[in-house]
C-alpha cells in the first residue's frame, strides 16, 4: 500500500487560487491511479479528479471542470490539484486518494490521505 499525505491547504477568499500536494511513500505512484475526493461538513465524500497511472488522462466531477486541474510528478511521487476561482462553496476537506485502477467512487480507492481543509470565504 502506498501512504499519501496531503497539503496546500487553508483559509482563502472566493476567487483566490490554491493548490493542494499529495506526497506519496512507501510505493512509487507511477503505477497507480490517482484522485482527489472532497467531503463538506454533513455531506458524503465526493469525487473530485483523478489521473490515470498509465494513460495520465485526467477525469473531472462537473462541479470542477474547467476550475480544477490535476497534475502528477512521478519522478517527485507527488500530485497537484490546481483550484482557480474559488467558490465558498468549494469549502471541503480534501483528501487524496490512490489505486491500481481508481474511478470515481470511493470505493474504487484503496488508499487515503488523512486530509486537509480548505475554507473559502466569500
Known amino acids: 500500500q502506498v501512504q499519501l499525505a496531503e497539503s496546500g491547504g487553508g483559509l482563502v477568499q472566493a476567487g483566490d487560487s490554491l493548490r493542494l500536494s499529495c506526497a506519496a511513500s512507501?510505493?512509487?505512484?507511477?503505477?497507480?491511479?490517482m484522485g482527489w475526493f472532497r467531503q463538506a461538513p454533513g455531506k458524503e465524500r465526493e469525487f473530485v479528479a483523478r489521473?490515470?497511472?498509465?494513460?495520465?488522462?485526467?477525469y473531472y466531477a462537473d462541479s470542477v471542470k474547467g476550475q480544477f486541474t490535476i497534475s502528477r510528478d512521478n519522478a517527485k511521487n507527488l500530485v497537484y490539484l490546481q483550484m482557480n476561482s474559488l467558490k465558498p462553496e468549494d469549502t471541503a476537506d480534501y483528501y487524496c486518494?490512490?489505486?491500481?485502477?481508481?474511478?470515481?467512487?470511493?470505493?474504487?480507492?484503496?488508499?487515503w490521505g488523512q486530509g486537509i481543509q480548505v475554507v473559502v470565504s466569500s
Open positions: 489521473i490515470n497511472w498509465r494513460t495520465s488522462r485526467t
Open positions: 486518494a490512490a489505486d491500481t485502477v481508481g474511478g470515481a467512487q470511493t470505493t474504487d480507492f484503496g488508499s
Open positions: 512507501g510505493r512509487t505512484v507511477s503505477y497507480y491511479t
